[in-house]
């Protein structure tokens, strides 16, 4: 199975938040203004199987990334041309453990850990410079802690 946990897991996903200012932007501030400077990303770091259309994200419910989740994929979208990004957020103590087959499962240490999945299937409605991200109606869908799911099914 290939894991990681924090910055082990940021990097596993095609597309990835660079951090390249030096902090790490909150979904307020990824929101209102999705492509500015602090809201930086970077590609083709891995190439992990079923992983190379997914944004990752780590420490997700406790720090309220969803937010910024959701731009990032979008940001990962326009950036590729590619409007079947993913983005998968996990939870602190928790760990997507995923098989060569595509299939993958959850595991948290406390049994609450969730894995968060983002997928729009389409471009953000707005997604420019100093203005706040518009897209309506993303769905997004959480795995418990013990379930399974399919990579490959996105």
Do not use: N
Not at 10 to 21: E, P, T
Request: proline share 5%; hydrophobic share 40%; net charge negative.
């Amino acid at each position: 199975p290939i894991a990681g946990t924090s910055a082990g897991l940021a990097i596993l996903g095609g597309y990835a938040y660079g951090a390249m200012d030096g902090g790490s932007i909150s979904s307020a501030g990824a929101l209102a203004d999705p492509m500015g400077s602090a809201v930086t990303m970077d590609s083709g770091f891995l190439q992990m199987p079923y992983l190379q259309r997914v944004v990752t994200d780590t420490h997700f419910d406790k720090r309220d990334r969803l937010g910024r989740l959701i731009v990032f994929v979008a940001r990962a979208a326009q950036d590729s041309g590619d409007p079947d990004i993913v983005g998968i957020g996990v939870d602190e103590d928790t760990a997507l453990c995923v098989e060569p087959d595509g299939q993958a499962q959850v595991y948290s240490a406390d049994g609450e850990g969730k894995v968060w999945v983002v997928s729009p299937g389409r471009d953000a409605d707005r997604l420019v410079e100093g203005e706040p991200l518009r897209f309506h109606a993303v769905p997004v869908t959480v795995v418990a802690s013990g379930s399974r799911m399919r990579l490959d099914d996105f």
